[in-house]
């Protein structure tokens, strides 16, 4: 048979029903030569499970991401699994500071823009270690917020090592390491010396905190004039401009709760 222009003409059959096992009878279409359209039941399965490969593969990467993160920020190892939900507030002035610190990570965008430091001071073992890296690990899961954990000594011992003479690093390297993450943790406050060059090299980290607006958690076993009297008036003042709040933990030490 001709074209009226005179072309061979091809009959093309261009849909055919065809059986899928799975699914059934279904349309298929030519698409190019003897290539057709596969069952759109079966196309469908394959790209959900796909999805959900690729689903489970950023999950893990968001959790290895998290793992990271975690290692970066220092926590100790002990404290890694402490989060809210395993915190026993059983007295008034734990139920505050966990309201506290439920709060303080929950609206860590606002500390952040205000520079909201704040003290948790008390007894051994009522839980500031505990509560301070709830904090720390919320803001690292929840708003990908970079923490970093330290005691005051390491803190000062970090930055006298700049002062030898084979030290690699500045002093002022440093001191801005201490001030660049979102939150930075000072625990142990009040147990290393006090002298006059360990009382600037703190106020160093946190003036230039300050000045970033970056808060400060500082945990120590003094109490709350102990705690002024040791960082000074100077630190006291500026954590005092932005909101900075003392939050008492009272009771006994929580460790005989502890299995073995
Ligand atoms: N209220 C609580 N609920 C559950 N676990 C708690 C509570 N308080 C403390 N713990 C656990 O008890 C141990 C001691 O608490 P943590 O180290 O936080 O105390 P601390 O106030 O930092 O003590 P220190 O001043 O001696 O450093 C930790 O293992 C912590 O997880
Ligand atoms: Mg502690
Ligand atoms: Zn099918």
């Known amino acids: 048979m001709k074209s009226l222009n005179g072309d061979k003409v091809v009959s093309i059959i261009s849909e055919q029903t065809v059986f899928c096992p799975n699914h059934g009878k279904y349309q298929s279409r030519n698409v190019i030569g003897k290539t057709w359209t596969t069952c759109p039941r079966c196309q469908k399965d394959e790209s959900d499970a796909l999805e959900a490969v690729a689903e489970q593969k950023r999950r893990q990467d968001k959790q290895n991401e998290l793992q990271r993160r975690v290692g970066e920020a220092c926590i100790p190892a002990r404290f890694r699994d402490r989060t809210f939900e395993v915190f026993n507030a059983n007295s008034d002035s734990l139920r505050f500071a966990l309201d506290f610190a439920l709060e303080y990570a929950n609206n860590f965008d606002d500390v952040l823009r205000a520079g909201r430091s704040a003290i948790?001071?008390?007894?051994?073992?009522?839980?500031?270690?505990?509560?301070?890296?709830?904090?720390?690990?919320?803001?690292?899961?929840?708003?990908?917020?970079?923490?970093?954990?330290?005691?005051?000594?390491?803190?000062?011992?970090?930055?006298?090592?700049?002062?030898?003479?084979?030290?690699?690093?500045?002093?002022?390297?440093?001191?801005?390491?201490?001030?660049?993450?979102?939150?930075?943790?000072?625990?142990?406050?009040?147990?290393?010396?006090?002298?006059?060059?360990?009382?600037?090299?703190?106020?160093?980290?946190?003036?230039?905190?300050?000045?970033?607006?970056?808060?400060?958690?500082?945990?120590?076993?003094?109490?709350?004039?102990?705690?002024?009297?040791?960082?000074?008036?100077?630190?006291?003042?500026?954590?005092?401009?932005?909101?900075?709040?003392?939050?008492?933990?009272?009771?006994?030490?929580?460790?005989?709760?502890?299995?073995?």
């Open 120 to 260: 948790f001071h008390g007894n051994p073992g009522t839980g500031k270690t505990h509560l301070s890296v709830a904090i720390g690990l919320y803001i690292m899961s929840h708003d990908q917020r970079t923490v970093l954990f330290s005691t005051a000594l390491r803190m000062i011992r970090r930055v006298k090592d700049c002062w030898k003479r084979d030290s690699v690093d500045s002093e002022s390297k440093i001191i801005s390491l201490f001030a660049s993450p979102d939150l930075l943790i000072v625990d142990e406050v009040g147990v290393q010396f006090g002298s006059e060059a360990e009382r600037i090299i703190m106020f160093d980290i946190l003036n230039e905190r300050y000045e970033k607006r970056r808060p400060t958690i500082f945990l120590s076993n003094l109490d709350r004039e102990g705690v002024v009297e040791f960082m000074g008036e100077r630190v006291i003042d500026r954590l005092r401009e932005d909101g900075g709040m003392f939050i008492a933990f009272d009771g006994e030490s929580y460790r005989p709760n502890l299995a073995p």
